[in-house]
């Protein structure tokens, strides 16, 4: 088992920035990549970008490809997402996953282990 842990969400105002983090301990060694995605009150979670740790590539949502940004940090297991120009419709809770023998992808389904989640919310 892998356990995932958000951090860095918050309260910011329109166009303002935040960065987050996740931190995976234990069985990291079978992880494949990593994605963030988010969830808004009464609506579906919803994916936001991924970072296939095999091959370094990276994925996003349209929603925010320009805006946002995924990176890792090998030596510590951790992935980032860097969020500029937030907008009010990026306030959701912010979910970490990870897949596990399987490349990430936009598919919840796909990823074994989820993080409990970061608040993310833009004022305008």
């Known amino acids: 088992q892998a356990q995932l842990r958000e951090s860095g969400g918050g309260l910011v105002q329109a166009g303002g920035s935040l960065r987050l983090s996740c931190v995976a301990s234990g069985r990291t060694f079978n992880i494949y990549g990593m994605g963030w995605f988010r969830q808004a009150l009464g609506k579906e979670r919803e994916f936001v970008s991924s970072i296939n740790w095999l091959i370094d590539s990276t994925d996003y949502a349209d929603s925010v490809k320009g805006r946002f940004t995924i990176s890792r940090d090998n030596t510590e297991s951790t992935v980032y997402l860097q969020m500029n120009s937030l907008k009010p419709e990026d306030t959701a809770a912010y979910y970490c996953?990870?897949?596990?023998?399987?490349?990430?992808?936009?598919?919840?389904?796909?990823?074994?282990?989820w993080g409990q989640g970061t608040q993310v919310t833009v004022s305008s």
């Open positions: 996953a990870a897949t596990v023998g399987v490349v990430p992808s936009r598919r919840r389904y796909e990823y074994a282990y």
